[in-house]
Antibody, heavy 124, light 108 residues
Framework: QVQLQQSGPGLVKPSQTLSLNCDIS??????????WNWIRQSPSGGLEWLGR?????????DYQLSLKSRLTINPDTSKNQFSLQLRSVTPEDTAIYYC??????????????WGQGALVTVSS | DLQMTQSPSSLSASVGDRVTITCQAT??????LNWYQQKPGKAPKLLIY???KLETGVPSRFSGSGSGTNFTFTISSLQPEDVATYYC??????????FGPGTRVDIK
């Protein structure tokens, strides 16, 4: 059974960097049939995919195009986790942040395991 | 950018009713479409993947179909525990994942 456990601060000041970690158990961050994602949900309820990292002979990263300049997602094989860094945050980045595994079954990707979610508020 | 729309945005139905939600894309979805259920305070839960495949452990009253730009999600007999918001999601050739805006389902 795959489990994802998120950690990180719940309050970040404007212009600073939001940092979250997602610990993986029951799978490996290097699993070639999976991608490791960050998704957020705004107070209005919409789900927004932020980006992913995955291993296919080397490490790849894909980002939401509108956030690409502020986002970094990194794997950590020694800790079997992956992280999110979102720079220069504003109150509009206030959301519930989820980590999630996207499994590739040969046809497409789907998010089959999710972290518990973490509310991150951007406020001074 | 590929955009997703869902209709209706909300619905109220009686226990036992058949409920149908549609998801429309602004361009053909070459990869498959997935459906999720989200209850308040919880992470989304995968129900249907690859357009019509039922995730393990999900009741058979849930189903999905469609192709091209038009997809459908159906609950054949609505149960009280199905009260939730439902989202469609796709993965496009620009390596972007996109969710629909969601459909809230309540019991009448």
């Amino acid at each position: 059974q795959v489990q994802l456990q998120q950690s990180g601060p719940g309050l970040v000041k404007p212009s600073q960097t939001l940092s979250l970690n997602c610990d993986i158990s029951g799978d490996s961050v290097s699993n070639k049939t999976a991608a490791w994602n960050w998704i957020r949900q705004s107070p209005s309820g919409g789900l927004e995919w932020l980006g992913r990292t995955f291993y296919m002979s080397k490490w790849f990263r894909d980002y939401q195009l509108s956030l690409k300049s502020r986002l970094t997602i990194n794997p950590d094989t020694s800790k079997n986790q992956f992280s999110l860094q979102l720079r220069s945050v504003t109150p509009e980045d206030t959301a519930i942040y989820y980590c999630a595994r996207a499994y590739f079954d040969g046809s497409g990707y789907y998010f089959d395991y999710w972290g518990q979610g973490a509310l991150v508020t951007v406020s001074s | 950018d590929l955009q997703m729309t869902q209709s209706p945005s909300s619905l109220s139905a009686s226990v036992g009713d058949r409920v149908t939600i549609t998801c429309q894309a602004t361009q053909d979805i070459i990869n498959y479409l997935n459906w999720y259920q989200q209850k308040p305070g919880k992470a989304p839960k995968l129900l249907i993947y690859d357009t019509s495949k039922l995730e393990t452990g999900v009741p058979s009253r849930f189903s999905g179909s469609g192709s091209g730009t038009n997809f459908t999600f159906t609950i054949s007999s609505l149960q009280p525990e199905d009260v939730a918001t439902y989202y469609c999601q796709q993965y496009d050739n620009l390596l972007q994942f996109t969710f629909g805006p969601g459909t809230r389902v309540d019991i009448k």
